[in-house]
């Protein structure tokens, strides 16, 4: 922070005090009433504002995607409905929606993606999460690889992709039920884990709560989990991890 | 029942109406005021009766222990400490005691053991557990093979033991942590997978309700689960299933 | 694994080493992107392939059902619903539907049943899951007896079928709310139970965990348990168990 | 309350208004700073006061049992150490402690017990709470029949007393692992059922949370539950009902 | 039972052996394929069957209403919609339906009841729960005192119904949040409380499951409970017991 | 209580005993069979009634806010849908509705709001409740900053507004998903944090219970917590500390 | 915060630069290595810094105790073992210990007392954390009233201290088992209540769990809650609400 | 995997049939019989293998530590306890052990450490977990800075830190209680926070479980979570991304 400039200019003149105060004072955000959008976001985290779009208001649901589609020149939404696809459309033609991934996003087009990201699921079922994920680490510019339906119960499916679980910079792995994918991909690389359990399942399954504790508990030391259906954070973090691998953050 | 046999013969006068209601009115067991001995157990269950080791006083073990073995030749006992050990061997020097799978038992020599089970741990912390039920197995007449340390984040361990799983009538299961092993057997496997949560763990795997939780929403059709360390159980079910894969209980 | 076989033939000359390779890459399933088909799964399981219809996709549905009827000549369904009938009807007309334990099949005529499985309720309500497992048992050549409302409540309803429960080579015990059921019958048998603890009932009995923890419990040494309501696996592991018995699996 | 009567002295001079206010305002307790005895609950709830000894200090333990044998020529005391014992021996040396039921008594002799409650276990170790209801309820003026060791798994053993408990006028069930004996002897009477749990089992018992839910679950409409290892009220609720059958209070 | 006639009248040739033996294989129910009908019930527990209506097919239930009915003359049910409501009075005109308890009842008129049983509730929403109970009694015979809306934030509601609670032979709580009306009744009566939590509520009340942990934990001796909104079996208990408190069923 | 004047009354003559009577008889509610309205509830409380919507019948609903704005010329209501606000305004049509915080009301125009409360929200979802809390201590006479949008993942969103949180008597902070808002912002003032759960998130929020267990874990000492959602009750705490602050209730 | 004038100290040179930055980069922290001692905690939250003595080591335990009594003429510890006062007396002589409430401290004679804070318990068991949060308030100049042993299952013993309850500024409400104490008094008063779970209880009380959702769901509007057995909390919230009540902080 | 060389070999005759049979069957790991060593563990995973010391049997732990030490030069091991580190002290003086990590190795001097890991807790008390992880990633050649007892209720102490903590590759949050510390940290950083929650706290906190919870909801994209007290896992995963952010292993 500059702070020792501001208060060199003070001293010299070039800065009167209420000048200086606005600046200490300042608020790194613009405070809408209802919400106060944090415009040095993208600075601080190297990633611009996703819009989570369920329970959005609709009104404040088409002006964001307006602003940001206006400012950015892209914007990506996660949990978006059917609907809300049909309302972002009227103020935004060029808009598109994933009805399994339930992803409301427009995209600059040739966008490059680097490094490498394997998206693994146990099921069929798991998918949308894992669609989630992969797409959220597209738009943020990673290379995406993906490994649907080799669950642990038929083996022979995910040994099958050892050589590509390999070569990734890390792998996110998706699964419901008993959610123990994520420790058998552990066993079989050398780079990061994200875990993502799914609400995928019935009786005891908890609605995803029987895959966390698995993965929580996993005997893999490079597994570490996020929140249930949590596919927009594993992307995001394996994007993080991604960066890093092929050289820190993009300038 | 022989509800005719006993009718007729009060019919023709060779019974008593007395002794007839006696008939009906017996009782299966010994009523000992504070137990009741189940008297026609094996009868009924084909298996003896096996001692639970756990708080018995020290009396009634010692007695139990005497009184099974004078009337059946030898004895099993489960969850035993080393001084209930000594205990025992006070009346019944024959007496073995196993400080891993905390059994304690006299057993005929060269008993014939049939069949195939195949007992498996994911760690080295579960071996107890498993011998528990490896023992209670083979006390109860049948073949146990042990692949023990065969955890799914070293997936290639348990895979050059594939022959063997395939060839067992059951495979008991053992693990803690997140308790994956089960359904990655049950994969591999045609017959059926007994899961055997364990205490092994720490952390969230709450004392073995993470492994329970992931055993019993297995995506492997073929596992059914029994409580947190009850090797005993698993041991009696496989032999159960063992016993009708070789025609029935051996004689 | 015929490994040596394919050795032999590189070391002659009759196979190529590319060939070889081949063999060695093989991916024992179909990769349809979203799915992988696990082709040799009745080979290795001896068991063919289930369709879980809850949540799959119209146009997946009516394909899956015509090409495993196409191939099998028959095909079963679970947790089908009404609409989904309709569906696969218009494709496969011969598809029967069953509204209470909402199974969807074509089933090959004069199917032979081998041994017997005794599958039994405590209450009316439980008679859909029970139904799935019946159902499941016998599509795979199991005969089975249904013993229905027999809750521990009325005991004599039970008591009345002992003989029954104890000519079968193995019992499923379905049960909601307490679900003392499966250590009752665990009692009177002297083969392996299946417990299949049901979302039957209100208030704390929280949508079946109350008789999950009720049959995990069990002082009854032969049952173990599988997930809330799921017939299924009960029906699957119950055919294991009867084949194992008969002598293997039926021709 | 005798509002009228102390009204109308006040009327006719023959109480003072201090006096009258004294009335309404009197404590129906002994406050003695760190406790309030309760003076008037015996009037108040027909029962003596009983004495919860676990974790009571030494001094106030012995002060109230000689306060209590003093006044009421008996004492009643659950959850007593052998030590407390020791303690309380040392002034009234009268004292009896069971080491089972860990009850610490004096009790007056040749006391009239009167109508019939059947105290069941499950099994032997269910017995100290099972007896800590018993000998509350002998000590309250309830004859008591005990019935022990007739789990589930043994019905027979139930069964054959069953005449015995359809005499009670209350039955306590007492029951740890998955506690099911309620549910069945609730499909044999006619009469309250109360049923306790017991913390006795291991794993996915929970101390005594799975017998709660079974029993709070149970199909049985007369059985209602009290909390884990509280012998001692279903004691005290068997003997309100009891004296209700019998007709009111003892006298 | 009468064993020793039936053998008696062997013996004296004035029964023949088949009939003997019909007599002990007599199963005490009728048998409808889906469901055993307990005809004994009432001989054994003193109570008319009950028709929970919550998830009965149609079709059965409008058999079942006419068939009681027409068999006892009355006939009771609990948790009916409304739309079952207008099946059954399609087949039994005289049928009455209570949307807020929820009961759907044919009541023979001028039915005496006997004794007092107090119903109260902590808050309005309580009500249906309580009526449940309320009903349930009153057709079993019983006096229902309701004593509604007197939750313990406002004592002197409750307070002001002292002497009323006091006479009752039985006292049944119906609270949900909290559910710290039990115990307060119950420190002012000297008879059975039964409590019943009831799902009103929200946020950390879990359905009402705290408020059954409030009351399962209750201070108060006397205090039983019952699952969560189980109005019916409320009503069931407090009528046994006031049964007895009379001096048996009421003819 | 005036016990003295009454007795005075009696002894001289001026009050006769039946009227003294009723006076200690009296019952400080009214009652209308299915409630009991707490007429003098304001004045032992400080606050007056205000109404719970949910659930509330359609005619009792129109009822009390008549009955209430009659009585008070106000009247405040909680949880209330759009057609109870369509209900209320049939018979009341100054009534308001505010669909976000789902307040049904009718306020004194030109009311005099004391002191200073800050509402704090860590999202924009969290808004309903806080207006809740925020609307319910403007209705009670409290002045309310509202603070809304200020997560912990944004921290200088929060910093921002230091000064404003160090000035309010008390804090209101509101916060789903891991609720970690109230610990942070106690750790900044001096006066009392109320902290509201909100079941906003998804996954292992459960509905709210993970941000109550969060803020029931506070390392800030001045934390206490009410339920999930709860807003009014926040509002109402907040009102109390506010007027104690300010001195005493507004009048 | 003070920018403005260090700004205008520096605009007339009365500063220098590096002096003005040190301004902005001071650390209102002292950085010990394993700890960060919050040396402006005092002058933020108008409470100076407490030892929590729980599982320090022995050596920072003294030193902390002697620095602080060095400072600040007094010391207040809480969860202190016998041991830790045997250590801690080694170097401050006059520190005192009370076994009951664990407390150990060096308090300045002749206090000062504001206000009135009421602390309350259900049972005896309790007192132990309400003496912690006694000691807590009057450590930090509240003067406290004890009500003990009150709880809701002996109302009378409560009603008789209504006066004092409804004087004082603040309530804290101590109970373990059904917890239901906070409610019965947040109807009695108009101000705020803090409740306090304990772990006193056995069974299904959880440690306190059960305590603290009946508290959480108090249907009484006052009451806020603390962690399990967080007497010290309470004390210290007390102590908030009771300083704003009698007009700040006392000097 | 080399398949195609050995091919080659085979089919010009360079190696037999046999010696490739035993190359595809090879296994690759030691079997010990109780324990399978995992020989290509670092080949695959990149991390040689670490002893987790809590449980090990005596002999075990003296032999794995001769062994690792004299293979590799060095030996890590995690949980160990006093007397372990005796015991292995006799076998391997160089040995060294920090009891408030309880770690026990033997490390090569000046070894090089690479990148940089920030490790922070929100208290003292989190210490041992954290310098578990801080520990590991230098035994793994990370280079770790630690941010101690920065909790989030005095932010100040935090935040002086920003910078380091934005200069992190990634940045391990430990802490108990509520768990708030990772989402605060994870809004200012730009790369992946691994979040340990630790068993540090009481009531409430249930050993972890609420700062597990907190972790997992974190509204902080960039958290991810390992199990509670798993310091060894977070390090291990902080040098995954440490050394991919670097450009891979350092060799």
Not at 90 to 104: F, G, I, K, N, S
Not at 107 to 135: L, S, W
Request: hydrophobic share 45%.
């Amino acid at each position: 922070m500059d702070v020792k400039s501001v208060l060199e200019q003070v001293q010299r003149g070039a800065m009167s005090v209420a000048d200086a105060q606005r600046y200490f004072d300042r608020k790194a955000f613009e405070d809408m009433g209802y919400a106060k959008i944090d415009t040095y976001r993208e600075i601080r985290s190297g990633f611009p504002e996703v819009v989570y779009c369920a329970g959005k208001p609709d009104a404040y649901l088409q002006a964001i995607y307006q602003k940001i589609a206006a400012e950015q020149g892209e914007v990506f939404g996660t949990r978006a409905t059917e609907a809300q696809y049909e309302l972002v459309r009227q103020v935004l033609p060029a808009v598109v929606y994933d009805p399994v991934a339930r992803t409301l996003k427009v995209e600059r087009a040739a966008k490059k993606r680097i490094g490498c990201i394997a998206v693994c699921t146990a099921g069929t079922a798991d998918i949308p999460v894992a669609e989630e994920a992969a797409q959220t680490a597209e738009f943020f510019g990673s290379h995406v690889e993906r490994i649907y339906d080799v669950g642990v119960s038929g083996l022979h499916r995910l040994l099958a992709r050892t050589e590509l679980l390999q070569q990734a910079n890390c792998v996110v792995a998706v699964a419901g039920m008993e959610g123990a994918l994520a420790s058998v991909i552990g066993g079989l690389v050398r780079n990061p884990v994200i875990a993502v359990p799914t609400s995928v399942g019935y009786g005891a399954s908890f609605h995803g709560v029987s895959a966390l504790l698995t993965m929580i508990n996993s005997c893999a030391n490079c597994v570490s989990v996020v929140n249930i259906d949590n596919g927009y954070g594993a992307g995001y973090i394996a994007t993080q991890i991604n960066r890093l691998a092929v050289g820190g953050r993009q300038e």
